[in-house]
């Protein structure tokens, strides 16, 4: 595994969004085993946990040849599900193993063109609710700081 590299959001302080601070309510292992077992994408999709803090997320994903699409970019399908996987993460970072929280809506813009190198994830939380929760994801081709992607979620949160 790569060793951590502060990204944009390396300063995010849960307090500043409404979460009660503290350790992240599920670890990197058991969501890593949870997408591993109960997700669709599964085994295919072989990331790492590099950072998990209550309601922030850095995933890597290592480089696939299998990503690529024509003119030597990650496809926007992998960036999209990364995207996913990661605000998954920051999700149940503040709420806990709910594995019945559901994507409700993600909307991502493809800013630049991803390298074919690993793809990094960093998400956060924004806005902790009752019902739903809010949060975003900046992606980025490994070894450069310019996101490659933005995306901003909403999960729907199961009845407690």
């Known amino acids: 595994q790569p060793a951590h590299r502060p990204l944009m959001h390396d300063d995010y302080r849960p307090e500043d969004f409404g979460i009660e601070p503290g ?3 599920v670890s990197g292992e058991a969501f890593y085993e949870l997408v591993q077992d ?3 994408v599964g085994s295919r ?3 790492s946990v590099q950072q998990m803090r209550r309601g922030y997320v850095q995933l890597h994903l290592p480089f696939n040849a299998r990503f ?3 003119g030597d970019a990650i496809s926007g399908p ?3 599900t990364l995207a996913d996987t990661a605000l998954y993460a920051a999700v149940l970072s503040v709420i806990g193993m709910q594995p019945l929280a559901v994507t409700s809506h993600l909307d991502i813009h493809f800013l630049r063109r991803a390298r ?3 793809l990094m994830a960093e998400s956060r939380i924004l806005k ?3 019902r739903l929760m809010v949060g975003d994801v900046f992606l980025y081709s490994e070894g450069d700081r310019r996101p490659v992607g933005h995306a901003t979620s909403t999960y729907a949160l199961p009845p407690k």
Request: hydrophobic share 45%.
């Open 23 to 25: 350790p992240p309510l």
């Open 38 to 40: 109960n997700v669709g």
């Open 45 to 47: 999709f072989d990331f």
């Open 68 to 70: 690529l699409r024509p």
């Open 78 to 80: 992998v960036q999209f």
């Open 116 to 118: 074919p190198v690993a």
């Open 128 to 130: 902790p609710g009752r």
